[in-house]
């Protein structure tokens, strides 16, 4: 037997608008996170073109990686924020449903 979908009355409109609200937000997030990493690896790829591919993977422990860190870092910088916006994007959506009882 298949569950029915909740009703909800318009005293819970406003809570609804803020969901959608939430959800929009979200999506914006997770758009400038997808334009925010594709510049980080834009920018790595401008320092391995001047200076030859990266035998490794990136480690920020290796020294020899040091020059393409610092080359990188303020689109590092961005893209780590653009994922965190993500995540709290996340937790203020689920909350705000939790807190609608949907």
Do not use: C, W
């Not at 996340?90 to 609608?100: D, T, Y």
Request: hydrophobic share 40%; charged share 25%; net charge positive.
């Amino acid at each position: 037997m298949k569950a029915s979908a909740p009703t909800y009355t318009l005293d819970r409109l406003p809570a609804m608008l803020e969901l959608a609200r939430l959800a929009i937000d979200l999506v914006a997030a997770e758009q400038d996170h997808k334009l925010a990493r594709i510049h980080y690896h834009d920018r790595i790829h401008d320092y391995e073109d001047r200076h030859g591919r990266l035998a490794e993977r990136l480690n920020p422990g290796n020294p020899r990686h040091a020059a393409v860190i610092a080359f990188s870092a303020t689109q590092y910088t961005e893209y780590a924020a653009a994922k965190r916006r993500v995540y709290n994007a996340k937790r203020r959506l689920q909350a705000a449903v939790s807190r609608l009882g949907a």
